[in-house]
Nanobody, 115 residues
Framework: QVQLVESGGGSVQAGGSLRLSCAAS????????MGWYRQAPGKQRELVAG???????NYADSVKGRFTISRDYAKNLMYLQMNSLKPEDTAVYYC?????????WGQGTQVTVSS
């Protein structure tokens, strides 16, 4: 059974930083294409950053240059380093495969950025 657990969210002021973590059981990041997603109130869930099993990375235009996705194979963890946060980054952040598997959605972690 696959379980993905996100953590690291919080409330920060604009310009601040957070690092999100995604811990996995039943799935290995090293052999799966993975992504970080977010859903803001009243909006559809969107892909923020993706990383393939071979390490190819892509970012949404809105976060390029500010967010960094990475993986720790030994710990089977995935991270999203978020710098220069903006109020429009406020959302619940999730990790999942890319493209996402419906059954793998977790609870997410809330990120709130105040101006």
């Amino acid at each position: 059974q696959v379980q993905l657990v996100e953590s690291g969210g919080g409330s920060v002021q604009a310009g601040g930083s957070l690092r999100l973590s995604c811990a996995a059981s039943g799935i290995f990041f090293s052999i799966n294409d993975m992504g970080w997603y977010r859903q803001a109130p009243g909006k559809q869930r969107e892909l923020v950053a993706g990383i393939t099993s071979r390490g190819r990375i892509n970012y949404a235009d809105s976060v390029k240059g500010r967010f960094t996705i990475s993986r720790d194979y030994a710990k089977n963890l995935m991270y999203l380093q978020m710098n220069s946060l903006k109020p429009e980054d406020t959302a619940v952040y999730y990790c999942n495969r890319y493209p996402p598997t419906y059954a793998y959605w977790g609870q997410g972690t809330q990120v709130t950025v105040s101006s």
